[in-house]
């Protein structure tokens, strides 16, 4: 098995929305704002070399909406899917699988495309099977007034128009291991209905894919929960259990959306889990 980063674009997310109810003086110690409050953001995904199996986890936003819809976001960088495959010696068309943590924009929006005259979307990944879980497929299909805004359904639909789309056989337990995926997946609902957050037995290391659970190093304190969050007091006992396992057994956490730390390690202490050490993705993968 190897693990690749996939870097699908930058981004700026508004700093008070990303943390909540922590004031300003405190999150921007660790996540500094722009003059309009924006923070780094990185849609950093990864692909999953095992066997003959390409899996990619997340795409990123994608590039078929709108010049008002990104402006909204304030792109930056000049990284994108291809140019990360093909780092790689990888291509779109060599995807076997690509799994969703959720179907918020920022993690889906690349898995669908516009066709070459645009009438119409299509999966971006040709050869490749979409894996959600039925309950978060019905929850984004049908969105509630507060998440409307993330569930887009041009981002959605077409993965399943297409006979591209498949559900993961989740258990009852909160942390499952999927045959289909070959890694464990620990379910949380905090965030939205039934993310998923995959554990990779990678070598000696267990590297998890923190997705939306833990969005960057600043939100390790229980408290720093997203103002996004449907469900923000079970955000902190899903995310105390899931940061007191990663302490327990040094787990390496693989950082979706920090634009500077791409992977850590946490530990316990008197003020509870914090920060231990920071890896890039070469020093670990």
Same mark, same amino acid.
């Given at each position: 098995?190897?693990?690749?980063?996939?870097?699908? #674009?930058?981004?700026?997310?508004?700093?008070?929305?990303?943390? #909540?109810?922590?004031?300003?003086?405190?999150?921007?110690?660790?996540?500094? $704002?722009?003059?309009?409050?924006?923070?780094?953001?990185?849609?950093?995904?990864?692909?999953?070399?095992?066997g003959n199996r390409l899996i990619l986890i997340d795409t990123g936003m994608?590039?078929?909406?709108? /010049?008002?819809?990104?402006?909204?976001?304030?792109?930056?960088?000049?990284?994108?899917?291809?140019?990360?495959?093909?780092?790689?010696?990888?291509?779109?068309?060599?995807?076997?699988?690509?799994?969703?943590?959720?179907?918020?924009?920022?993690?889906?929006?690349?898995?669908?495309?516009? !066709?070459?005259?645009?009438?119409?979307?299509?999966?971006?990944?040709?050869?490749?099977?979409?894996?959600?879980?039925?309950?978060?497929?019905?929850?984004?299909?049908?969105?509630? $007034?507060?998440?409307?805004?993330?569930?887009?359904?041009? =981002?959605?639909?077409?993965?399943?128009?297409? #006979?591209?789309?498949?559900?993961? =056989? @989740?258990?009852?337990?909160?942390?499952?291991?999927?045959?289909?995926? !070959?890694? #464990?997946?620990?379910?949380?609902?905090?965030?939205?209905?039934?993310?998923?957050?995959?554990?990779?037995?990678?070598?000696?290391?267990?590297?998890?894919?923190?997705?939306?659970?833990?969005?960057?190093?600043g939100h390790i304190p229980l408290p720093y929960v997203m103002g996004y969050?449907? @469900?923000?007091?079970?955000?902190?006992?899903?995310?105390?259990?899931?940061? !007191? $396992?990663?302490?327990?057994?040094?787990?390496?956490?693989?950082? /979706?959306?920090?634009?500077?730390?791409?992977?850590?390690?946490?530990?316990?202490?008197?003020?509870?889990?914090?920060?231990?050490?920071?890896?890039?993705?070469?020093?670990?993968?």
């Amino acid at each position: 098995m190897k693990l690749y980063p996939i870097e699908s #674009g930058n981004f700026k997310l508004d700093g008070g929305a990303m943390f #909540g109810v922590v004031p300003k003086t405190i999150w921007s110690k660790t996540n500094p $704002a722009d003059d309009n409050n924006l923070i780094d953001i990185a849609a950093r995904c990864m692909l999953i070399e095992d066997g003959n199996r390409l899996i990619l986890i997340d795409t990123g936003m994608g590039d078929k909406q709108s /010049e008002k819809f990104f402006g909204y976001y304030s792109l930056w960088g000049s990284h994108s899917i291809d140019k990360s495959l093909a780092k790689y010696g990888f291509s779109r068309d060599d995807i076997t699988d690509v799994f969703m943590t959720h179907l918020h924009f920022d993690h889906c929006g690349g898995s669908v495309q516009w !066709n070459s005259d645009k009438t119409f979307y299509e999966p971006a990944f040709k050869n490749a099977k979409f894996w959600t879980n039925e309950n978060h497929w019905e929850w984004a299909t049908k969105p509630n $007034a507060r998440e409307k805004a993330s569930f887009l359904s041009e =981002n959605i639909l077409p993965m399943q128009e297409s #006979g591209q789309l498949n559900f993961i =056989n @989740r258990p009852e337990a909160d942390f499952g291991f999927s045959e289909e995926m !070959n890694f #464990g997946i620990y379910y949380v609902d905090g965030h939205t209905e039934k993310q998923m957050i995959p554990h990779i037995q990678y070598q000696d290391k267990t590297i998890v894919f923190c997705a939306d659970l833990l969005a960057t190093a600043g939100h390790i304190p229980l408290p720093y929960v997203m103002g996004y969050d449907t @469900r923000p007091l079970l955000t902190m006992p899903e995310k105390s259990k899931f940061l !007191n $396992a990663a302490a327990d057994n040094n787990y390496y956490l693989f950082l /979706e959306h920090d634009a500077h730390n791409q992977i850590i390690t946490v530990e316990h202490t008197e003020k509870g889990v914090r920060l231990k050490e920071v890896f890039t993705c070469e020093d670990i993968l």
